[in-house]
């Protein structure tokens, strides 16, 4: 490996109150997987944007291959050799994987060559995937091998991957790993963004490490611990969870054999579900997104009602009650998507602070906005939860995606729940304000609300649940109690994660 | 080439800049047209926006141009509601056409009797009518899942048809000569929606345009319904996650506007129009929708449309008698306003670059 394929000088780019890169700079070598860390804001996704074209460095140069390299829009990165997948996806559900991957393509080619072309390359690289099946029934990690294989059949020298781990199983991350380690082999250099710190030791070869837009170090991953990496992200300590002794109190919420249809034509459906939570527990759900978890938020924070006598809160039967009604009960939700569904993106934080607290938080008068309060309310989670914007009026959209999804938390949690539920909850947030976060709900807990918290991440959920179930396919399983529990009982318990294992074994 | 490139947030500037730039495009291609049509195309622009204003006859144009905003601006107010919420109302002629039919019956049934508590039933009646209206699109979307925008559409030849009945039917002057249409309410003391300040045009229709406006920028602005309206338009799912229910937001914004076109037709018949006959309706709802896109959806915004709107109107009608120019050219001049005013929003969400994409 002679010389970077990809050099990056001086590049800086300005937002409203936020440097968000200022004078960054650093190498990518040919075959070379190489990490961007950083706490959230720090302008990682902001950099590999510029890389692809679609946001405009304000100033600083970027050489490619030895030739100067200023892509005005994606479809020049892309002709360049520079491919990117993103952390969300960007299929038509209704559509096959090949007229999706026809749909990202500048001249497609006929249709029955094309499904030849992806079947001949999701087997060269172990991504197995069947040109004629529909998107809308592929699991989170078969959608995205479709986005990586739309990159690859352009062939890229730089493929730039954004948090492409988020949303996958152990299994199916093992199964990614060995793709892009291939590629490496094959002369592809990779960029690579993630807060699992674990993945990149195991992953990168080096390592580029941002702070406020800065670079403030850069290390080969594989000779520092995990925990290293944090602290120089975050350049200084911080502190592990602590769990305080939790006395369990009464019965709050109770579910019942809980049915539900499916919300769209390819969703889940909810069967029969039950399970009682009391004050002061912490209940980990976990299981492979995309098996009913959205559907039960949906039906515990009001937005979709059930069965009557499924749901009830300290007795009551609540299973006909909207999300308001329910707030006012105490019950309060969380959910996974934070653009569009937690939050709006075109409003500012402050009207998204307004929009689920004016049922506890005195932010409305007789039905008219108090903007003041609001604006307060809107600080005061800014503050609490270490949110990095440069203040309430910000749009949501305007927020890097952990400190969004910081604001959201923060937003219910200050509102003094008595059950709390929230979806992924550290979804995209870097390791020291997860640490936060989580430390926030079991300080929620042990002043005696109930949490259920429904992750991916079986580490987050051994380390704050005191009971865990596994939601697969619409079906719970019975709680367990965490402690003690082993990781076979676990893997029992999911159900084999969408037969993931025996791709896994080839 | 030229390539249109998204920005990444709508440019602030652009999105006041557009109606203006829509409004010199306007003049330029509907100078234009009138060029084509032989016309001298300056004298014809100078008589639609300078002459109503500032012409040798502007006392009496002046006038009229609120008695033609004030419908307008009463009617896209309400509709500017809806739209945010992405509820899209484009019958309004029809809850128009109701609204003054439902208040000329009230006062036809009660003539000759004078009493001062018939105008205020006659404003609750119009509203009514003009309520109920829409409230047929939005039951029949909450029940059974029916384009509003369809159903509000054809409800707008239903209307026509009944008031067609009406002025030849029911609500026909008996003393009339047998000619088609009712009574004059002009000639009705107590019914009558008279000009409250000689010279000016302002009637009570342009006192409750000037209300709705400032009404419409409180719910919008400041309070928790319209919060949730702009809530619903932007984000579906989070406004269901804030307790939003759907049906009862089409309910709402269908209703408000059905009940401000129906005021809007009220006031029309009982004022400046004065009679219900066939062709009573002058196609206001139609244009309250260009004027609540001019006006962006904004109560503010659409108190300066309505007014610009009138004025084209106004300026219209003397180009016709002035000019010659026939109905249709001044149609399509005020088409062509939407038009740009479409086009050029492109410039708020998009930019231009041109020459091709670098390889
Ligand atoms: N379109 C925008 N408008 C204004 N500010 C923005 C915009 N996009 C990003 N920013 C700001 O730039 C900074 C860097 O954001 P960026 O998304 O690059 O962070 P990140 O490192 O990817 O964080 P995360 O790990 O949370 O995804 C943040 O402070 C963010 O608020
Ligand atoms: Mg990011």
């Given at each position: 490996m002679t010389g970077a394929l990809l050099k990056i000088e001086g590049l800086t780019k300005a937002y409203p109150g936020v440097v968000a890169n200022d004078g960054v700079g650093f190498e990518v070598a040919p075959g070379e997987v190489h990490a961007l860390l950083?706490?959230?804001?720090?302008?990682?996704?902001?950099?590999?944007?510029?890389?692809?074209?679609?946001?405009?460095?304000?100033?600083?140069?970027?050489?490619?291959?030895?030739?100067?390299?200023?892509?005005?829009?994606?479809?020049?990165?892309?002709?360049?050799?520079?491919?990117?997948?993103?952390?969300?996806?960007?299929?038509?559900?209704?559509?096959?994987?090949?007229?999706?991957?026809?749909?990202?393509?500048?001249?497609?080619?006929?249709?029955?060559?094309?499904a030849a072309r992806i079947r001949e390359i999701s087997n060269a690289y172990g991504l197995p995937l069947d040109p004629a099946r529909i998107v809308g029934d592929l699991s989170a990690g078969e959608r995205q091998r479709v986005e990586i294989i739309r990159c690859l059949l352009q062939d890229p020298k730089l493929l730039i991957m954004d948090e492409p781990t988020s949303v996958l199983t152990p299994q199916e991350v093992e199964i990614l790993f060995r793709t892009l380690r291939k590629l490496a082999a094959e002369g592809t250099a990779i960029l690579y963004i993630s807060h699992k710190l674990e993945e990149i030791r195991s992953l990168c070869d080096g390592a580029t490490i941002l702070r406020?837009?800065?670079?403030?170090?850069?290390?080969?991953?594989?000779?520092?611990?995990?925990?290293?990496?944090?602290?120089?992200?975050?350049?200084?300590?911080?502190?592990?969870?602590?769990?305080?002794?939790?006395?369990?109190?009464?019965?709050?919420?109770?579910?019942?054999?809980?049915?539900?249809?499916?919300?769209?034509?390819?969703?889940?459906?909810?069967?029969?579900?039950?399970?009682?939570?009391?004050?002061?527990?912490?209940?980990?759900?976990?299981?492979?997104?995309?098996?009913?978890?959205?559907?039960?938020?949906?039906?515990?924070?009001?937005?979709?009602?059930?069965?009557?006598?499924?749901?009830?809160?300290?007795?009551?039967?609540?299973?006909?009650?909207?999300?308001?009604?329910?707030?006012?009960?105490?019950?309060?939700?969380?959910?996974?998507?934070?653009?569009?569904?937690?939050?709006?993106?075109?409003?500012?934080?402050?009207?998204?602070?307004?929009?689920?607290?004016?049922?506890?938080?005195?932010?409305?008068?007789?039905?008219?906005l108090n903007i003041g309060a609001a604006k307060r309310?809107?600080?005061?989670?800014?503050?609490?939860?270490?949110?990095?914007?440069?203040?309430?009026?910000?749009?949501?959209?305007?927020?890097?995606?952990?400190?969004?999804?910081?604001?959201?938390?923060?937003?219910?949690?200050?509102?003094?729940?008595?059950?709390?539920?929230?979806?992924?909850?550290?979804?995209?947030?870097?390791?020291?304000?997860?640490?936060?976060?989580?430390?926030s709900l079991l300080d929620l807990a042990a002043k005696g609300a109930a949490v259920i918290v429904i992750s991916q991440d079986l580490d987050e959920l051994m380390e704050i649940s005191d009971r865990f179930c596994a939601l697969n396919e619409g079906r719970l399983s019975a709680p367990r109690r965490t402690e003690g529990l082993s990781m076979e009982e676990i893997g029992l318990m999911l159900g084999g994660a969408h037969g993931m294992q025996e791709v896994a074994a080839r | 080439m030229i390539t249109l490139v998204k920005r990444p947030t709508p440019s602030r500037g652009w999105a006041f800049a557009t109606p203006v730039l829509a409004v010199i495009a306007t003049m330029i291609a509907g100078g234009a047209l009138f060029a084509a049509l032989g016309k001298d195309p300056i004298a014809a622009i100078?008589?639609?926006?300078?002459?109503?204003?500032?012409?040798?006859?502007?006392?009496?144009?002046?006038?009229q141009l609120l008695v033609k905003a004030g419908p307008l601006i009463l009617i896209a107010s309400g509709l500017a509601v809806g739209f945010r919420a992405g509820i899209w109302n484009i019958g309004a002629e029809g809850q128009?056409?109701?609204?003054?039919?439902?208040?000329?019956?009230?006062?036809?049934?009660?003539?000759?009797?004078?009493?001062?508590?018939?105008?205020?039933?006659?404003?609750?009646?119009?509203?009514l009518g003009g309520w109920l209206w829409g409230m047929i699109p939005a039951v029949l979307k909450v029940f059974f899942g029916t384009s509003e925008i369809l159903v509000s559409l054809m409800l707008v030849y239903v209307a026509q048809n009944f008031l067609a009945y009406a002025a030849f039917g029911p609500l026909k002057n008996p003393e009339g000569f047998g000619f088609p249409g009712s009574r004059n309410l002009q000639q009705y003391a107590s019914a009558h929606n008279p000009e409250l300040i000689a010279g000016t045009g302002m009637h009570w229709g342009v006192v409750a345009a000037f209300l709705a406006v400032i009404a419409i920028y409180v719910l919008m602005q400041r309070h928790i319904l319209g919060f949730r309206i702009r809530v619903a338009g932007e984000a579906p799912r989070a406004a269901r996650f804030a307790g939003v229910l759907p049906a009862r937001l089409v309910m709402f914004c269908l209703g408000l506007s059905g009940a401000l076109a129906g005021l809007a037709g009220l006031f029309e018949v009982a004022g400046p129009n004065g009679q219900i006959t066939d062709s009573f309706n002058a196609g206001y709802g139609f244009t309250a929708i260009i004027v609540a896109f001019l006006g962006r959806l904004n109560a503010l915004g659409i108190l300066l449309a309505g007014l610009l709107m009138a004025l084209t109107y106004i300026g219209g009608d003397m180009a016709q008698l002035m000019l010659g120019l026939p109905t249709a050219a001044i149609q399509v001049f005020q088409g062509m306003l939407l038009f740009f005013l479409l086009g050029f929003d492109l410039l708020t969400h998009y930019r231009f670059r041109l020459g091709r994409a670098r390889a």
């Open positions: 950083g706490e959230n804001g720090a302008g990682k996704s902001t950099l590999v944007k510029m890389i692809y074209g679609l946001v405009k460095p304000d100033a600083g140069a970027m050489t490619f291959e030895g030739a100067p390299y200023a892509p005005a829009e994606p479809r020049a990165a892309r002709a360049a050799g520079v491919a990117m997948v993103f952390q969300h996806f960007s299929l038509f559900e209704a559509l096959t994987v090949a007229e999706n991957v026809a749909l990202g393509m500048e001249n497609p080619p006929p249709m029955r060559a094309l406020g837009g800065k670079v403030v170090g850069s290390c080969l991953p594989r000779e520092k611990s995990a925990r290293e990496l944090a602290e120089m992200m975050v350049g200084g300590e911080f502190a592990a969870t602590t769990r305080a002794q939790r006395k369990h109190g009464a019965t709050i919420l109770e579910v019942a054999n809980l049915s539900l249809a499916p919300m769209s034509q390819f969703g889940p459906a909810l069967k029969a579900v039950t399970f009682s939570l009391s004050a002061g527990e912490v209940l980990g759900i976990g299981g492979v997104a995309g098996n009913g978890q959205e559907e039960l938020l949906a039906t515990l924070s009001g937005e979709r009602p059930s069965g009557i006598g499924t749901v009830s809160l300290h007795g009551q039967d609540i299973s006909d009650l909207g999300p308001n009604d329910r707030r006012r009960l105490g019950l309060l939700a969380a959910p996974e998507e934070r653009l569009g569904h937690a939050a709006v993106p075109n409003l500012s934080l402050t009207e998204n602070a307004i929009l689920t607290g004016t049922v506890r938080r005195p932010l409305t008068r007789n039905g008219f309310f809107a600080e005061e989670i800014i503050l609490g939860f270490d949110v990095r914007t440069p203040g309430p009026q910000v749009a949501a959209r305007a927020l890097s995606g952990g400190n969004l999804q910081k604001f959201v938390i923060g937003r219910e949690v200050l509102q003094a729940p008595e059950v709390l539920v929230v979806n992924q909850p550290t979804w995209g947030v870097d390791a020291a304000a997860a640490a936060a976060i989580r430390q | 100078k008589v639609i926006f300078w002459d109503p204003l500032l012409g040798p006859n502007a006392a009496y144009f002046r006038g128009y056409i109701m609204g003054a039919l439902a208040g000329a019956s009230v006062a036809l049934a009660a003539y000759p009797a004078e009493s001062h508590l018939l105008f205020p039933a006659m404003v609750i009646a119009g509203a």
